[in-house]
């Protein structure tokens, strides 16, 4: 992984110092909270229901051992106890003090981490596949691409005061395990007829109030281009933004308002403009970047059997682990969704116990998922039954990955300024109500995702089951969605009718599925079923 | 009834404005009845609380109850963590929020 050089490092402790004193003069009341609210945000410190909350970036979703187990001393040392990950493969500490807040940017720099551009109205921690570099379907590592342009727009000048938050994904696969079309700018890398690598380049995507998905801006754009291209997006995208109306901020309100050709022809128009100043990254800077993403030293002639003897175990391979790249070894998933439990939240602990596999079985390698799960991604297929036995011990055990009960969530209103909603009592009596596992076997993939308000931080409208959480005079009132996907057929979800209070939603979601299974043909996920029927067998079972 | 919330400047914990200070329980405030914006303004100042506001509540034997919800989980704590409450040992604490 991309390791700080000096220019990292110094840009980091200077900024966790810049900070220090910006939070003691404000404590100090130089300055007042309109003045301090803004460098507070640029360091991801929000301001939640119950405390200051802490948003730590982790850039395309990868952490070493030595990274994890400074977010566990900080959970234990400054938190309750524990981190909270996030649809951005971030993590999320929810109880911090404002006084002790330089001191945690502080403890994070010293492991290459901070919580810069984690808010605010700046290009978010870019995203990835969670597999990148184990994947057995990648064209090549998308991450030191992710890498490049991560470091190419912190503290971009143009880019520190957009319109609006700006999010961008990397993959390099056809299988889309990043939700790329729902991101401000994706980009999946292909080869062209000739074999050069380049970039897919979509734009305008977004959730949120109004979602749009990214339509496809270019087929092709050469990969030593790409920053180019990208400057020309978000510099269309910052002359023209409404900014002012906070609800027409967002680069995929401007794509929907000039139109898809008139926005491809600025940007083209921009484009040329980028070529002629060469601020393209060099073949060398490149080379640099994608040294720090070698493979790790893979052993060949390794067994692929697996002893499948113990069932439970049988079972977690199954579900939990997808083919990897090289022979023998296996990408192992570590679901953080235990029925009844709440998604993503992980102990001080839980998170010592995946930095101590990772560090042994996985070359010193864990990855944060979209979904809020984590990844060991390169696991030798002989070690796998250790690996199970540990988690299992941690309560990480769970076989659920893509099933019914994976379910998605926000923090919504149990700890969220902005929800109107709780969304974590809904996944979790969606969990109990399907918690059988030959039940969520029978049912197969099905993706639920939950948001407490219409900024959609749970996904809502990319769920198969979508769920949104809207405040109705007082009361919490959840609306039905069908037929979302964040995956490479990405659509986006249809609500289905009224509402319904919060035991009323579990009744509707379990009448969706039991009417999915009546209609399904062999092989049909629940998505293809309602693809094939379409919404008004679902709403009869629904709403009778 | 109407009754001041905010966070702690330095801390960030929920608090409610008991008309000479500020307590971490609900059950503690007092009616501001009109004088809200003019004691938020000060306080303010004094940099003893942020993002305050008022909140219409309900006067009820057992203390003032926010009218709503988020400000009654504000009050207890998250409901999906009895445990993280400020009432852990009281299994039906929740309920006072739903």
């Known amino acids: ?544 | 009834m109407r009754i001041l919330t905010g966070n702690d400047l330095k801390t960030g914990a929920v608090i409610w404005w008991t008309g000479r200070d500020w307590s971490l329980h609900v059950e503690d405030a007092a009616d501001v009845g009109e004088h809200g914006e003019a004691v938020l303004a000060a306080e303010d100042g004094a940099r003893r609380v942020n993002g305050g506001y008022i909140v219409d509540a309900e006067a009820t034997p057992d203390g003032p109850r926010p009218a709503h919800i988020k400000d009654r989980i504000r009050a207890l704590g998250p409901t999906v963590r009895p445990d993280l409450t400020l009432k852990p040992a009281d299994p039906t604490a929740g309920d006072w929020v739903i």
């Open chain 1, 1 to 544: 992984m991309y390791r700080y050089d000096q220019y990292d490092q110094a840009m980091v402790d200077a900024r966790v110092e810049e900070f220090r004193d910006q939070t003691r003069r404000r404590i100090a009341g130089d300055i007042n909270d309109d003045q301090f609210k803004p460098l507070r945000l640029k360091n991801g410190l929000y301001l939640q229901l119950h405390a200051y909350m802490l948003r730590v970036a982790i850039p395309y979703g990868t952490l070493n051992s030595v990274q994890m187990r400074k977010l566990a001393h900080i959970a234990r040392t400054y938190d309750r106890g524990y981190g909270h990950f996030t649809t951005r493969q971030n993590l999320q500490y929810h109880w911090i003090k404002l006084e002790q807040a330089p001191d945690i940017l502080a403890e994070l720099a010293t492991v290459e981490m901070h919580a810069i551009q984690t808010s605010g109205e700046s290009i978010r921690n870019i995203s990835a596949d969670q597999y990148a570099g184990a994947a057995a379907d990648e064209i090549c590592d998308p991450r030191p691409w992710a890498e490049l342009l991560r470091q190419a727009t912190t503290f971009h000048p143009e880019f520190s005061y957009l319109p609006r938050k700006f999010k961008i994904a990397v993959i390099s696969s056809k299988e889309d395990r990043a939700a790329l079309r729902w991101h401000d700018c994706a980009l999946r890398i292909v080869r062209n007829e000739a074999g050069e690598e380049g970039f897919e380049v979509y734009a305008g995507g977004g959730m949120g109030r109004t979602p749009f998905i990214a339509f496809p801006i270019r087929d092709f754009c050469p990969a030593n281009q790409i920053f180019s291209y990208l400057q020309a997006i978000l510099r269309v995208w910052n002359l023209h933004a409404r900014r002012d109306n906070i609800h027409k901020q967002r680069m995929k309100i401007l794509v929907h308002e000039l139109g898809e050709e008139e926005f491809r022809r600025q940007v083209e128009e921009e484009f040329q403009t980028f070529l002629a100043l060469g601020t393209d990254f060099p073949q060398a800077e490149y080379d640099r970047i994608a040294a720090y993403f070698t493979p790790p030293p893979f052993e060949t002639g390794l067994s692929e059997e697996i002893d499948r003897s113990d069932p439970e175990f049988a079972l977690w391979v199954d579900r939990q682990t997808v083919r990897h790249k090289a022979p023998g070894y296996a990408i192992a998933n570590i679901s953080l969704k235990p029925v009844g439990g709440i998604g993503g939240d992980v102990t001080a602990e839980q998170m010592e116990v995946v930095a101590d596999l990772a560090e042994r079985y996985s070359f010193d390698d864990v990855r944060v998922t979209h979904a809020q799960n984590l990844v060991l991604p390169h696991v030798r297929k002989q070690d796998l039954y250790a690996v199970w036995g540990a988690l299992a011990a941690a309560g990480l055990a769970d076989a659920n990955l893509d099933l019914v009960t994976d379910v998605i969530a926000c923090p919504g209103l149990d700890y969220c300024t902005l929800a109107n909603a709780r969304s974590i009592p809904v996944a979790q009596k969606i969990q109990q109500r399907f918690a059988d596992m030959d039940r969520q076997l029978d049912i197969g993939e099905l993706k639920v995702k939950i948001s407490g308000c219409i900024n959609a931080c749970g996904h809502h409208h990319a769920g198969q089951i979508g769920i949104l959480g809207v405040d109705r005079k007082g009361t919490e009132n959840y609306q039905l969605l069908l037929g979302g996907s964040g995956a490479e057929d990405t659509s986006q979800a249809k609500i289905t009718g009224p509402g319904f209070d919060e035991d009323g939603v579990v009744d509707a979601v379990e009448r969706t599925v039991e009417r999915y299974r009546e209609l399904r043909e062999p092989g049909e996920r629940f998505l293809d079923t309602y693809r094939r029927v379409g919404l008004d067998p679902f709403k009869e079972a629904i709403y009778g």
